[in-house]
């Protein structure tokens, strides 16, 4: 490497440490205008995508954190982006924040995510959010048909993007995975492996994907003769021993059951438990079928059936559909519809 190589990047590392970086240091180690050096960390379109790339690296090397405050006054914005989401987070929503936090890399929005209790008032941190202008936009999960939180971001025009669909999701950003078909197809492959009487752990029959879910699996199963019972003790929501029990006292008064349809990893998993310790042979004597987001239930048993969701797409989606709603509301919301196959 030549001195003339070596000499910036000592330059950089030296000046970083000295002293707290600013948009001056930066446009004095790229040779660009201060104005020019703000509009590219701000993604301004009229600046060149290689000129972006340049500033940021820079940035990123000296530790260059922008001044909250100063952003704000500036552009009125905060470079804030809040995914909102119940504390009760399973491997799906662990996967969902990580691919979230992923799809804000190379710009200049930064993720928070802020936690509510289910038993809580789900509008008060939604509320908070519009009151104070403490982000620019906001990331749901858990939607139901006529999500009020929903009508009340659409209503005051606040950017926002959803996972899951609601009853107006024509005219607002999400990315969905298409639950009624899931629900089809495992119906159909259970049924070609001649299991007639299916019990299923759904989600919360509030949210729109249990809704979407329980319609696919009874439009088949009507069509394929076959019986269907959704457990109304417990949800996919519900603690790991919560759905132990309820399928235990599922299968004891509905000895004849040989499948069990599940709606998270936590359920499939409790299923699979249940099912093991009564005795019963799982791909035999009853079926155990699940989505997942990684591929972890093949891993723990390989007789399980199983279909892929990819959580990991969603988030990364669902961060470029609220930057777009916030930098380009006038364009047409970013929507995606993840149709699973067998």
């Not at 660009?32 to 790339?53: F, Q």
């Not at 858990?142 to 999701?169: C, K």
């Not at 998993?269 to 093991?276: I, K, Q, R, S």
């Amino acid at each position: 490497m030549s001195d003339d190589e070596k000499g910036p990047q000592r330059g950089v590392s030296t000046l970083g440490r000295a002293q707290k970086p600013t948009l001056k240091t930066i446009s004095k180690l790229s040779g660009l205008a201060v104005p020019t050096v703000s509009r590219a960390l701000n993604d301004a379109p009229d600046i060149g995508s290689d000129t972006k790339k340049l500033i940021r690296k820079i940035a990123d090397e000296i530790g260059y954190v922008p001044n909250r405050a100063g952003v704000r006054l500036r552009t009125g914005r905060t470079n804030v982006i809040s995914l909102v989401m119940s504390t009760e987070h399973d491997n799906h929503t662990a996967r969902l924040i990580s691919s979230v936090a992923g799809g804000f890399e190379g710009t200049n929005f930064h993720l928070n995510v802020m936690p509510y209790s289910p038993s809580s008032d789900i509008m008060k941190p939604i509320r908070y959010i519009y009151e104070t202008g403490s982000a620019d936009a906001v990331i749901l999960n858990q939607i139901e048909p006529e999500d009020e939180r929903v009508a009340y971001l659409m209503e005051r025009n606040f950017p926002f993007a959803t996972h899951g669909r609601s009853n107006w999701s024509d005219q607002h950003p999400y990315y969905d995975f298409d639950n009624e078909t899931y629900g089809r197809l495992a119906i159909d492959m259970l049924h070609e492996r001649g299991r007639k009487h299916v019990a299923v752990v759904a989600p919360p029959l509030r949210q729109s994907y249990a809704l979407h879910l329980v319609a696919g699996l009874r439009e088949r199963a009507g069509a394929n003769g076959q019986s269907l019972s959704i457990l109304e003790s417990v949800t996919s929501d519900n603690q790991t021993s919560e759905v132990n029990e309820g399928i235990i006292a599922h299968l004891a008064a509905h000895p004849e059951t040989d499948a069990i349809v599940t709606a998270s990893t936590a359920s499939a998993l409790a299923a699979l438990a249940t099912v093991e310790n009564a005795g019963l042979a799982i791909g035999n004597e009853i079926d155990v079928f699940a989505k997942e987001a990684v591929p972890l239930m093949k891993m723990v048993c390989s007789d399980m059936l199983t279909i892929a969701e990819s959580v990991g797409s969603a988030g990364d989606f669902l961060a470029k559909a609220a930057i777009q709603a916030i930098k380009q509301p006038e364009l047409p919301p970013m929507q995606f519809l993840e149709v699973p196959t067998a």
